[in-house]
């Protein structure tokens, strides 16, 4: 059974940074594609990060340069570093991986900023 767990979320004033952390089992995580994805209240859920089996990134144009997404394949981890951060980046934050066209979510994890 595929499990991704999402954490390190909460609440960052306007400019502050915050990493969120998810972890991975029961998923062959070195062949996997990973991402973070979001959704705010009211908005459909976007892509805000994507890292590659060949650890190629893509970004969303609204956050480039303020977040990094990375993962470590020795310990089944995919961490979202958010730096800058401004109140439009409220929104539950998911992770999500890709093997072999099936799709896994996690349950999410909530991102306030706000001063």
């Known amino acids: 059974q595929v499990q991704l767990v999402e954490s390190g979320g909460g609440l960052v004033q306007p400019g502050g940074s915050l990493r969120l952390s998810c972890a991975a089992s029961?998923?062959?995580?070195?062949?996997?594609?990973l991402a973070w994805y979001r959704q705010a209240p009211g908005k459909q859920r976007e892509l805000v990060a994507l890292?590659?089996?060949?650890?190629?990134?893509n970004y969303a144009d609204s956050v480039r340069d303020r977040f990094t997404i990375s993962r470590d394949n020795a310990k089944n981890m995919v961490y979202l570093q958010m730096s800058s951060l401004k109140p439009e980046d409220t929104a539950v934050y998911y992770c999500?991986?890709?093997?072999?066209?099936?799709?896994?979510w996690g349950q999410g994890t909530q991102v306030t900023v706000s001063s």
């Open positions: 999500n991986a890709e093997l072999h066209r099936i799709v896994y």
């Open positions: 890292i590659a089996v060949g650890e190629t990134t």
């Open positions: 029961g998923i062959n995580f070195r062949i996997s594609t």
